[in-house]
């Protein structure tokens, strides 16, 4: 994913950020014996820089939290989602669906300026950069206004409802989430890669002789992943303003590069499986509580609104594994898949395959898919599922049979296929597979059968797995 270039930590060459603020005056200086007054301090506002040069110029201006970037352009808010010593960000964007391109003005100065000093040559630093407590975006739809503001490091943004204007245009998108749901709160919950931006529940008021009247709102999310309000009665004579909330981000990993590459939100409850390279993962009634290789596979699962652990694993050997399938039947039992390169991955007595690649060299990432139970402390089942060159399984899906199924890609000439299958051999480099595993492991420790895998004429490109679909078990049969 692209990198939004404005971050400036890291450079090789002096980089300097000067924030220059005028000060609040609270009263005279207390003399030094004197006892000591809690004086209370207005809340910093969030400061929106205009951007002159500072980052990309498709951005109009910047803000910066420590847990959230955002850069805002005329077709969307770019927020990178930030985590304690990991240099990389989530990138998710929230955009309007159908409203108008517009650019945002800077509303509210503030007396401080930036100062981007970068590198010895004067001519390209960048400085005296203004700065603004509110950001417009004006007339993104008829009779609305998109307004940003923050207190206390919270973003804020609301929507600035014109008499008459209708609240149903509203709609917003979250491009680059992995999941979006609401928890029983009804707070708005987008997870992007083991990242969480929480929305909690919206307030929505009219002004009313100087005093604020609540209107009920709501969040709704959509079957195609579209979010808009559900608005109450109220005065459409007079303006309306819904203020929604940017609170918090959840984050979840350790001191290393993680991923999470697959989130699924099932009977209340959030599941997460990646790859972790962290030491420091905070595991919790775990099968494997501490990593065995490089980077080793992990699944997680936590309650709904994502403040508590019900468990965190690992799941790995002495080389690098990643789980990039993850699925949870009814009874909370996960199913993953994914890649291994290590030779002591765990597996299961009587499971398909107990040995990478093959003929147990391990030279080339092999598959795997696993069954955790639903307390995450036992393998149902574990197996290898590959030949002696690269496999690959994107996905997993389970129906109601507990019947996993499985697409991927191979260069295995070897990959096991059954009598009856489409395309039992390899006619490209790589070719697409679809596996489906019956569930006899689930009744006894036998492993479960390779029931019906095939090639396919089709190769999705190595690099971008996050883009493989899965088909439903009833269609792959």
């Not at 491009?175 to 009804?186: E, I, P, S």
């Not at 009634?285 to 309650?303: E, F, I, S, T």
């Not at 390169?341 to 990432?365: E, H, I, M, Q």
Request: glycine fraction near 8%.
């Amino acid at each position: 994913m692209t990198q939004i270039p404005f971050r400036v930590a890291g450079s090789v060459s002096l980089c300097v950020t000067v924030f220059l603020f005028a000060a609040w005056t609270v009263g005279p200086l207390r003399p030094r014996n004197s006892p000591s007054v809690s004086v209370p301090t207005p809340p910093l506002p969030l400061v929106f820089e205009r951007n002159d040069g500072q980052t990309a110029a498709d951005y109009a201006a910047i803000v910066r939290t420590p847990q959230l970037d955002a850069a805002f352009r005329s077709d969307g808010v770019v927020l990178a989602v930030k985590a304690p010593n990991d240099v990389s960000a989530r990138h998710v964007t929230l955009a309007l669906r159908n409203a108008a391109a517009v650019s945002p003005v800077g509303e509210a100065p503030l007396a401080g300026r930036v100062n981007y000093l970068r590198g010895s040559d004067a001519r390209a630093w960048t400085t005296n950069v203004p700065t603004f407590a509110r950001l417009r975006y004006p007339r993104v739809y008829h009779g609305i206004d998109l307004v940003f503001h923050g207190t206390e490091r919270q973003l804020e943004y609301d929507f600035e409802v014109a008499p008459r204007a209708s609240t149903a245009a509203i709609a917003l998108t979250f491009a680059g989430a992995d999941d979006l749901h609401l928890n029983a709160a009804g707070d708005l919950i987008v997870s992007a890669r083991g990242r969480e931006i929480t929305q909690p529940r919206p307030v929505a008021y009219q002004q009313r002789d100087g005093r604020r009247t609540a209107v009920p709102v709501a969040y709704v999310v959509h079957e195609d992943r579209a979010v808009t309000f559900a608005v109450g009665d109220y005065d459409r004579e007079a303006p309306l303003t819904i203020d929604p909330m940017i609170v918090m981000t959840r984050l979840f990993g350790g001191n290393d590069s993680d991923d999470a590459h697959r989130v699924v939100w099932r009977g209340g409850s959030v599941y997460v499986a990646g790859r972790m390279c962290s030491a420091d993962f905070p595991t919790h009634a775990a099968l494997q509580p501490a990593r065995k290789g490089l980077c080793d596979a992990y699944v997680a699962k936590m309650n709904g609104d994502g403040t508590s652990l019900v468990y965190a694993t690992y799941l790995g050997g002495s080389s690098t594994d990643y789980a990039m399938g993850l699925d949870v039947d009814a009874s909370g039992a996960a199913y993953v898949s994914g890649l291994t390169s290590s030779k002591d991955f765990p597996t299961t007595v009587g499971a398909w395959d107990r040995v990478c690649g093959s003929d147990g060299a391990c030279l080339d990432n092999d598959g795997f898919v696993a069954k955790l139970s639903s307390s995450g402390t036992a393998l149902v089942y574990s197996t290898y599922l590959g030949g002696s060159s690269s496999d690959l399984l994107y996905a997993i899906a389970v129906n109601a049979a507990g019947e996993a199924v499985v697409p991927g890609e191979s260069a295995s000439l070897d990959f096991p296929t059954t009598a009856g299958a489409p395309q039992r051999t390899l006619n490209g480099q790589r070719d697409a597979i679809v596996t489906k595993l019956s569930e006899s492991a689930a009744l006894a420790p036998v492993g479960p059968e390779l029931v019906a895998p095939f090639w396919a004429p089709f190769s999705p490109p190595v690099s971008a797995p996050a883009t493989a679909t899965c088909p439903s078990a009833e269609t792959a049969r």
